[in-house]
Protein backbone atom coordinates (compact mmCIF):
# COMPACT_ATOMS: atom_id res chain seq x y z
CA UNK A 1 0.00 0.00 0.00
CA UNK A 2 1.33 3.37 -0.66
CA UNK A 3 1.52 5.96 1.98
CA UNK A 4 1.03 9.73 1.25
CA UNK A 5 2.86 12.46 2.44
CA UNK A 6 3.29 16.39 1.65
CA UNK A 7 5.43 18.09 -0.68
CA UNK A 8 7.36 19.57 1.70
CA UNK A 9 8.98 15.71 2.99
CA UNK A 10 9.96 15.34 -0.65
CA UNK A 11 12.55 18.13 -0.33
CA UNK A 12 13.35 17.62 3.74
CA UNK A 13 13.36 13.39 3.53
CA UNK A 14 14.30 12.67 0.32
CA UNK A 15 16.67 9.66 0.88
CA UNK A 16 13.86 8.21 3.46
CA UNK A 17 11.14 8.82 0.76
CA UNK A 18 13.88 7.12 -2.32
CA UNK A 19 14.66 4.30 0.54
CA UNK A 20 11.17 3.36 1.14
CA UNK A 21 10.26 3.27 -2.84
CA UNK A 22 13.34 1.38 -3.57
CA UNK A 23 13.45 -1.46 -0.54
CA UNK A 24 9.97 -1.54 0.37
CA UNK A 25 8.65 -0.98 -2.92
CA UNK A 26 5.94 0.97 -1.86
CA UNK A 27 4.90 4.05 -3.90
CA UNK A 28 4.91 7.39 -2.06
CA UNK A 29 2.03 10.09 -3.11
CA UNK A 30 2.94 13.40 -2.86
CA UNK A 31 0.28 15.79 -1.53
CA UNK A 32 0.46 19.46 -2.19
CA UNK A 33 -2.31 21.73 -0.20
CA UNK A 34 -3.83 18.29 1.44
CA UNK A 35 -4.70 16.98 -2.24
CA UNK A 36 -2.57 14.24 -4.46
CA UNK A 37 -0.08 15.79 -6.53
CA UNK A 38 2.14 13.17 -7.80
CA UNK A 39 3.57 9.77 -7.71
CA UNK A 40 7.21 8.98 -6.63
CA UNK A 41 8.13 5.15 -7.39
CA UNK A 42 11.00 3.37 -7.66
CA UNK A 43 12.37 2.84 -11.07
CA UNK A 44 12.40 -1.03 -10.56
CA UNK A 45 8.87 -0.57 -10.46
CA UNK A 46 8.36 1.87 -12.70
CA UNK A 47 9.98 -0.28 -15.84
CA UNK A 48 8.22 -2.88 -14.37
CA UNK A 49 4.94 -1.37 -14.60
CA UNK A 50 5.64 0.31 -18.35
CA UNK A 51 6.36 -3.23 -19.53
CA UNK A 52 2.88 -4.40 -18.29
CA UNK A 53 0.97 -2.24 -19.64
CA UNK A 54 2.86 -2.72 -22.89
CA UNK A 55 1.70 -6.29 -22.60
CA UNK A 56 -2.02 -5.48 -21.88
CA UNK A 57 -1.40 -3.12 -24.94
CA UNK A 58 -0.47 -5.85 -27.49
CA UNK A 59 -3.28 -8.27 -25.65
CA UNK A 60 -5.99 -5.67 -26.23
CA UNK A 61 -5.04 -5.18 -29.71
CA UNK A 62 -4.89 -9.28 -30.54
CA UNK A 63 -8.23 -9.40 -28.79
CA UNK A 64 -9.63 -6.85 -31.19
CA UNK A 65 -8.38 -8.73 -34.14
CA UNK A 66 -9.86 -11.66 -32.81
CA UNK A 67 -13.17 -10.00 -32.32
CA UNK A 68 -12.55 -8.74 -36.08
CA UNK A 69 -11.67 -11.63 -37.92
CA UNK A 70 -8.12 -10.68 -38.40
CA UNK A 71 -6.67 -13.65 -38.21
CA UNK A 72 -4.50 -16.63 -39.68
CA UNK A 73 -3.72 -20.10 -39.54
CA UNK A 74 -0.97 -20.33 -37.02
CA UNK A 75 0.93 -23.09 -39.47
CA UNK A 76 1.22 -20.68 -42.21
CA UNK A 77 1.88 -17.53 -40.04
CA UNK A 78 5.01 -19.75 -39.03
CA UNK A 79 6.09 -21.12 -42.64
CA UNK A 80 5.69 -17.54 -43.85
CA UNK A 81 8.26 -16.29 -40.99
CA UNK A 82 10.67 -18.93 -41.60
CA UNK A 83 10.65 -18.34 -45.62
CA UNK A 84 10.93 -14.79 -44.80
CA UNK A 85 13.99 -15.61 -42.48
CA UNK A 86 15.60 -17.92 -45.09
CA UNK A 87 15.08 -15.58 -47.55
CA UNK A 88 17.23 -12.85 -44.89
CA UNK A 89 19.76 -15.76 -44.10
CA UNK A 90 20.33 -15.93 -48.43
CA UNK A 91 20.99 -12.34 -48.63
CA UNK A 92 23.55 -11.53 -46.10
CA UNK A 93 25.37 -14.72 -47.30
CA UNK A 94 25.75 -13.04 -50.81
CA UNK A 95 26.90 -10.26 -49.16
Same mark, same amino acid.
Given at each position: /?? +??????????????? +??????????????????????? #???????? /????????????????????????? #?????????????????? +????
Amino acid at each position: /ME +SIRPSSDLRNHYNEI +SKQCREERKPVIITVNGRGDTVV #MGLQDYYQ /MKEELELLRILADAENDVEHGRVAP #MQGTFDDIRKKLMEKNKC +STVL
